[in-house]
């Protein structure tokens, strides 16, 4: 036995509720839990003991959604019309980042997201191997490793919003190729899962769309797709499959509408469309920080829960939201929830932990191998120092205010050690896979770049960015 | 000249836009700030200088409406119907706690403030000497201090909502008597600044208010009072003074709707209303992360702006919103801001910043003293690390991306140094006034004692948080 955190307060969220231990032992031997109950019933004998007297010991979380690439254009985009956003905002700048800017930036954001208790990270990106191998292997992070499929022909901002835009068949097979050849790679890596990643089906022309639903559904793999975005996807589809068509109806038609799709965002879905996702027994993933800043809109995740879909949260990326602090986007879910139902019990703590762990685990397939803390289990397992100021006191009679005080108060700087697969990865609230130092100055030096190198088509595009910038406000 | 920070990027809040300096010098003298300005045309000779390459030095942060006690019960009381918040949540644990566990509650919220970057404070308590000698002074900020006038006979829990409270007028006085008080202790007192507190319009008598509006007028002073808070203020206001009663109208007619006030909340004050106390010239706080977790309720703090009102943010206490992060305020409000908006351009980083700076330092009556870094004013000065990994990478063309991505990204883990009226109350990250650690020591001791004898009493009062605990959810 390898290592043992003594005397903790153990958050399991095995058995029921919280599954809450008081006085708490958990074990690993390898990358597994040994041992995980009351400390006076463990009588293993590990290399390495961790006094967990003041920490709370829980699941690593769960970040379901994430193109963490954008971290080296934090600040890019923010403050504008959702329409503008994209467009006008991070458009013009990030297609001057190049693969090499990419990894810089996914290894910030990865960093950030290990920082704030993220264990498992579904990073979507194109070409998401390089962000693989350059930022979540070395980091030692658990990974669902999407690959971006979008066929579409790069002019589509000069065709109108109701004119199909059009796709180029060789792009598209290029990369559902790559994510053919990450099934391949990773077939037996313990820390890579890669899956699907049909971008939008704005985006992917549908004979493709049939391909991955079938080999998805051949191979029992996940598959991802961005659904119901807003007006400019509904419009697309609408203008290739009809009048009548919807996102959720030609997901069903190509397939693709089963207990093998994560459906993101989902927030310019009917309430009929969003019952027939959680009736397909498909997922969700919600990302509120993102939805909210850049649409002014609270996705549907209470929803969705409320329909027993499994659901999980996600923080997008970081232009807009502000990045992947994952405790944040606990609190913001909550808060987001509670003022749009205008009730205060819409989303209450033990609900925030759950989504945050056992429904990432859930969404992305991974709950027999991670969610809760349980023998066998991998031992993907964070510390939190209940004594950091950000949460303190905490109590553990009559009732455990570690709960609501890890959701609602905590900052990132209480979390204290980060464990994936039984590897430290983040000690003492340091990395260990990586020099920060140095990414940070790396992803500085090349968003440097990136901005100045943007500049003329960033003014030339116009947004309201550009005036706040003039008057002195950004 | 006694210290400059030099070579660093000012966020000035004074001037055109938020008065942005790339290569600016910032030089104090004493209490006050010497020299603010390009780092070239500064020829000062300090006796320290620190280097201000990757910082990002600002004024000051103002939160300015807090009950900082409450900090010691922290996770007390959230996740419940409006209604039952204080008198089944926090109301049956608080009132187990003496005074010395609100001043170890007040430090630990102090603490966890000034860590936030907030220089500045409105305390809003019940003999609030008590804690700016024992928790404001030793760690050198600023504080408003408020104390609480509230005539309630402590039967009201027994009254129905529409039977008018019971006043006890020797309660009243005594509360206005330590108000006076205050105002003679620290009339030369460079960082408390007294003000009276009436609590809200249903909990004080209409004599009393009219001798606080006419004393507040005679000598100048501020009148913090929570208005429009929800339902039951409203038909205790009827139940008193009539069916066509208002708290605004009352305001008006005992002397209050003034520029001397100071108003709280107002969530459930009508459009008319809000217009009236902007009228007269009446300043406005708003508690997002309170108001949204504890009612699920937006409070106005965007209509108050449009209307040009003095307009600042609060954190209002820490049962239900969590605590006393301000930079997290300045995110949460944008967020709520936008969703209940349906607009993301309802709240922009700038406007965060402005609301947290100067709208602060206007809403408490101390702009000519704090806000802004200006020749002449205090030396209240934080300087926060662009180089965390919350917040980088930030660039300086064509745009400022610290902006942005203080409000939206940064944790308070990358404020560096906090100073007020030139003195350095946070280095490096690290409180200097009070040892942190046995401030939560203290405090874990004494909540742990108080949630046990609360315990019976918080039983009986059968919140839903007795239900969630007995399910292990708590």
């Known amino acids: 036995m390898d290592r043992a955190i003594e005397n903790t307060t153990l958050l399991t969220l095995a058995g029921e509720g919280l599954g809450i231990v008081d006085d708490g032992t958990i074990a ?3 990358a597994d839990i ?45 403050d504008l019309p959702e329409i503008e956003w994209m467009t006008d905002g991070l458009g013009p700048v990030s297609r001057h980042a190049d693969v090499e800017d990419r990894i810089a930036g996914a290894r910030l954001g990865a960093i950030e997201g290990l920082l704030s208790g993220v264990t498992t990270v579904c990073e979507y990106a194109g070409e998401v191997g ?106 697309q589809v609408q203008a290739r499959y009809g009048e009548d068509a919807s996102t959720v109806g030609v997901l069903d038609d190509v397939g693709l509408l ?33 939805i909210g800043a850049i649409d002014g809109v609270v996705p549907p995740v209470v929803e969705f829960l409320e329909r027993g879909a499994p659901t999980a949260l996600g923080t997008d990326q970081a232009p807009g939201p502000g990045g992947h602090d994952f405790l944040r986007e606990l609190r913001t ?13 819409a989303f209450p703590a033990w609900r925030a932990l759950e ?18 803390l349980e023998e066998g289990k991998a031992a993907d397992v964070i510390t939190i120092d209940a004594t950091h100021s950000s949460l303190a006191p905490t109590v ?12 609602y108060s905590a900052s990132r700087g209480a979390v204290r050690d980060v464990f994936v697969a039984g590897e430290r990865v983040v000690e003492d609230g340091e990395v260990q896979g990586l020099d920060g130092e140095s990414v940070v100055d790396e992803a500085r030096e090349r968003a440097e770049r990136v901005f100045r190198e943007a500049a003329d088509d960033w003014r030339a595009a116009g947004s309201e960015l550009v005036d706040a910038a003039d008057d002195g406000r950004l």
């Open 34 to 78: 040994a041992y995980v109950g009351p400390a006076h019933e463990f009588d293993g004998a590990p290399e390495r003991r961790i006094d967990g007297t003041d920490l709370v010991t829980m699941p690593g979380l769960v970040d379901a959604h994430r193109h963490t690439s954008h971290t080296l254009l934090r600040g890019a985009a923010q």
């Open 130 to 235: 390089d962000l693989v191998e350059s930022a979540y292997r070395p980091l030692g992070a658990r990974v669902v490793a999407t690959e971006t499929i979008n066929a579409v022909v790069d002019d589509r901002e000069e065709r109108g919003a109701r004119e199909p835009y059009a796709f180029d068949p060789e792009k598209g097979g290029a990369a559902l190729d790559r994510a053919e050849a990450l099934f391949d790679q990773y077939q037996d890596d313990p820390l890579v899962t890669p899956a699907y990643g049909p971008q939008a089906l704005d985006m992917v022309p549908r004979d493709l769309l049939e391909t991955v639903a079938e080999r998805a559904g051949d191979h029992g793999r996940d598959v991802h797709v961005h659904v119901a975005q807003g007006r400019r996807e509904r419009l």
């Open 396 to 407: 553990q009679a009559p009732f455990h205010t570690a709960v609501p005080n890890l959701v």
């Open 355 to 372: 989504v945050g762990t056992t429904g990432g685990a859930r969404v992305l397939g991974l709950d027999d191998l991670i969610g809760t």
């Open 333 to 345: 879910a909550a808060m987001l929830a509670k003022t749009d139902a205008a009730d205060p019990t």
């Open 28 to 30: 690993f031997d390898g």
């Open 258 to 290: 089963s207990d093998r799709l994560v459906a993101v965002h989902c927030h310019d879905a009917t309430t009929a469309e969003r019952a027939r996702i959680a009736d397909a027994d498909a997922r969700f993933v919600g990302c509120p920080s993102s």
